[in-house]
């Protein structure tokens, strides 16, 4: 156990809706990372927060947000849902800024199935 | 589009001996960063040793090294005198120099058979 929780672990919705996932970092952790694994592909990553403010922007498309709250527990917002937006959703979280050279604690992971 | 590419999928080695994971890329940058990343079961991605496309020396760290060819678009880690503790899923990663652009390979798993 990494101690990263991410929920729900399983998500099935219809093209069009809108979702949310949510990570809770590890106790002590600042930032924290999505990532996105869709069906035989590595994981790439979205975004970035450190403590509250974004650091880091990767390939994230626009309809996606995410956000980092005050108790540091992050949400990814997927909205206008495609097919093609099913995949593996990772959060990660570290102790520092310090990306992209900080380990980095991995969560299980949210299955999003786009229906 | 894949930018990383890690064609084998699992790979084993004799406890002691040397083993190499492959990994190449796609990029049309000429400044980059590139990294190798360790992920136990534990899922920590621990950084095992990291590549700045403009230098030309090798990247070393300790019984960890690359084999950087830039032309190639190749990065290939070699474990020398490999420990049972190595055992993971190693992850090839690429790194645009803005940061925009951070992808992993889909890892290889490397058994290590005492």
């Known amino acids: 156990d990494s101690g990263v929780t991410q929920t729900p672990k399983h998500l099935i919705t219809a093209t069009g809706q809108r979702v949310t996932l949510r990570c809770s970092p590890r106790?002590?952790?600042?930032?924290v990372y999505w990532y996105q694994q869709s069906l035989d592909q590595g994981l790439q990553f979205l975004i970035q927060y450190y403590n509250g403010e974004e650091r880091a922007k990767g390939n994230i498309l626009e309809r996606f947000s995410a956000q980092q709250f005050p108790d540091l527990h992050s949400e990814l917002n997927l909205s206008s849902l495609e097919l093609g937006d099913s995949a593996l959703y990772f959060c990660?979280?570290?102790?520092?800024?310090?990306?992209?050279?900080?380990?980095?604690?991995f969560g299980p992971g949210t299955r999003l199935t786009v229906l | 589009a894949q930018t990383v590419t890690q064609s084998q999928p699992e790979m084993s080695v004799q406890e002691a001996e040397t083993v190499t994971l492959s990994c190449t890329y796609d990029t049309s940058e000429s400044d980059y960063y590139l990294f190798w990343y360790k992920q136990p079961p534990s899922r920590q991605m621990i950084l095992v040793i990291r590549?700045?496309?403009?230098?030309?020396q090798n990247a070393t760290e300790n019984r960890f090294s690359v084999n950087f060819q830039k032309a190639a678009k190749s990065f290939s880690l070699k474990i020398s005198d490999s420990q049972l503790g190595d055992a993971a899923m190693y992850f090839c990663?690429?790194?645009?120099?803005?940061?925009?652009?951070?992808?992993f390979g889909t890892g290889t798993s490397l058994t290590v058979i005492p």
């Open positions: 106790s002590g952790d600042l930032s």
């Open positions: 990663a690429y790194r645009s120099l803005n940061g925009n652009q951070f992808y």
């Open positions: 590549q700045e496309a403009y230098k030309q």
């Open positions: 990660a979280s570290s102790r520092t800024s310090g990306w992209p050279t900080d380990t980095q604690y």
